[in-house]
């Protein structure tokens, strides 16, 4: 029964290949997230959707490109691979924005590795 | 925009003593508060929070945080940590008034020792 789930856990590719990361909440919440962590353990996030509308969108690349189906989906295509994308992606989800509804819950990550 | 402060990179530890992580943010508007742990290859897990309230915090696994307005902290404290506590720890803010997302610190490693 997990809360959020990614898929796959691990992903090694080659420069310049397109992939995808899969990500569901069985939670019931409105608000999902990627979460990028790098080499340094540092975590930054990426996009924020609401009820399958983007709300967030920091600076990353156009390569990346997240698709929400519906609430409790949100993919993650990346195009054209980079050395740089190495890292670990995480899912999270929330009930919502504020208030009591602020606390996120964590997929388990994807560790993807560009060679 | 919102900061968040861990003075702390790695923090060694021996079995049964104390153990405090320093967490300083800095935000524009009201925030609330959270610590993450991440154990070896695995996801985040909210340890505990503070949105309102009691400004001591407590999660349990007998960790507890305080929430300091006035220092701008959230420091994390543990009176007697186990081996099984060796983890990242992560101090986070959200501001509900920036599409709550989480901006976190740089993660402080603790290392328990026997």
Known sequence: DTAVSQTPKYLVTQMGND???KCEQNLG???????????????????????????INETVPNRFSPKSPDKAHLNLHINSLELGDSAVYF????RGQGGVWAEAFFGQGTRLTVV | A??????????????EAPVELRCNYSSSVSVYLFWYVQYPNQGLQLLLKYL?????????????AEFNKSQTSFHLRKPSVHISDTAEYFCAVSAPAAGNKLTFGGGTRVLVKP
């Open chain 1, 19 to 21: 992939k995808s990361i």
């Open chain 1, 29 to 55: 919440h409105d608000t999902m997230y990627w979460y990028k962590q790098d080499s340094k353990k540092f975590l930054k996030i990426m996009f924020s959707y609401n009820n399958k509308e983007l709300i």
């Open chain 1, 91 to 94: 899912c999270a989800s929330s």
């Open chain 2, 2 to 15: 919102q900061s968040v402060t861990q003075l702390d990179s790695q923090v060694p530890v021996f079995e």
């Open chain 2, 52 to 64: 309102s309230g009691s400004t001591l915090v407590e999660s349990i696994n007998g960790f507890e």
